[in-house]
């Protein structure tokens, strides 16, 4: 009998001592990790929840990303897109130099040299790529979109613009076709703004006897080739908007997700902290009874 009472006062002893340590355990856990569960065992309902909220972030990670890399080409396209403007906003005034009557054909010469250059330098840009290597006015393609031919340029890239998935269901293109941004018709006939420049240059550079008349009537095709950059420059702008409002609604659901991540399964640091003392005082006050007790004459006698 004698045995027995000892035998189970130390088997009770050690189950109230082992769940207080448990008990502060699980609160020195919470503290570090911030949150009220330790194992999923604690709220499975909550556990679950908070698996699914980690998903979600995780997805949202992935569509950010998405949309920083569309950011990326969209601007590039649209810096682009400026330099290209500026040069057919040039070209332009150089037309208008060379319709004069009281220039040379030396002047107009020297004139064709520079919308030549000019020519060469929207050749490049049109055929510029993103930092992946992707042609930024050539759909799909990865590479240079445009090879020089002759007075003008030669399109390889494909008839699509590449796209990116930025979560929802929601797309967006980051690249435009060439034919888009420069091509279109004048005085009923398809051209492009690379042979309205090249061909000028080239009949300027010739000499060309009615050299003022063919400037003058390259104007109306200079401003059409204008104005196809601006309204590409009108469209990146749109889509640029378009992924800030996304970006934007992203981060409004991604600080909902960590305010109910903090709902869910958070833990209150102050009351967490004011339990660990608290349960450490009885832990420390259990072990010195413990240690009294087990040390007692009677227990000695009894055993």
Same mark, same amino acid.
């Given at each position: ?15 109230? !001592? ?9 609160? @020195?856990? @919470? ?15 909550? *556990? ?12 949202? $990670? ?14 590039? =396209? ?10 057919? %906003? ?7 130099? *060379?319709? /004069? ?9 020297? %004139?064709?040299?520079?919308? =030549?250059?000019?020519? +060469? ?18 759909? @799909? ?12 340029? #030669?399109?390889?890239? #494909? ?9 929802? $269901? ?12 420069? +091509? ?16 000028? *240059?080239? *009949?300027?550079?010739?000499?060309? /006897? ?5 400037? /003058? ?8 080739? !204008? ?6 420059? #009108? ?7 378009? %992924?800030?409002?996304?970006? @934007? ?7 909902? %997700? ?15 902290? #004011? ?12 072990? =010195? ?15």
């Amino acid at each position: 009998m004698t045995s027995v009472s000892t035998s189970a006062f130390y088997e009770r002893a050690n189950l109230q !001592l082992s769940t207080l340590r448990r008990k502060a355990e699980s609160a @020195q856990g @919470q503290i570090s990790s911030g949150s009220r569960l330790v194992r999923s065992s604690d709220d499975p309902v909550a *556990a679950a929840r908070l698996r699914d909220l980690a998903r979600q972030e995780a997805l949202s $990670g992935v569509d950010q990303r998405n949309s920083d890399t569309a950011s990326s080409k969209l601007e590039q =396209a649209s810096s682009a897109l400026t330099e290209m403007s500026d040069i057919a %906003i040039r070209a332009r005034e150089l037309a208008l130099q *060379a319709g /004069s009557d009281t220039l040379s054909v030396q002047d107009r010469r020297s %004139i064709g040299d520079e919308l =030549a250059s000019l020519r +060469n330098a929207l050749v490049d840009l049109a055929g510029s790529r993103d930092g992946f290597g992707n042609a930024l006015f050539g759909g @799909q393609l990865s590479g240079k979109a445009y090879q020089p031919s002759g007075n003008g340029a #030669t399109y390889v890239g #494909t008839a699509q613009p590449a796209s990116i998935d930025l979560g929802d $269901g929601q797309m967006v293109d980051v690249s435009m076709t060439g034919p888009d941004v420069f +091509n279109f018709t004048s005085n009923g006939t398809p051209t492009d703004l690379f042979s309205t420049i090249g061909d000028l *240059a080239a *009949a300027l550079q010739g000499g060309a /006897s009615n050299g003022a008349s063919l400037a /003058s009537g390259s104007l109306d095709a200079l401003d059409t080739g !204008l104005g196809k950059l601006t309204t590409a420059q #009108t469209v990146v702008g749109t889509r640029l908007t378009w %992924i800030d409002t996304l970006d @934007q609604r992203r981060t409004e659901h991604s600080e909902s %997700i960590a305010q109910e991540k903090s709902d869910v399964g958070g833990v209150d640091l102050a009351s967490a902290i #004011t339990g660990l003392q608290q349960t450490m005082t009885v832990l420390e006050a259990s072990q =010195a009874s413990f240690v009294k007790l087990a040390n007692l004459s009677l227990f000695s006698l009894l055993r």
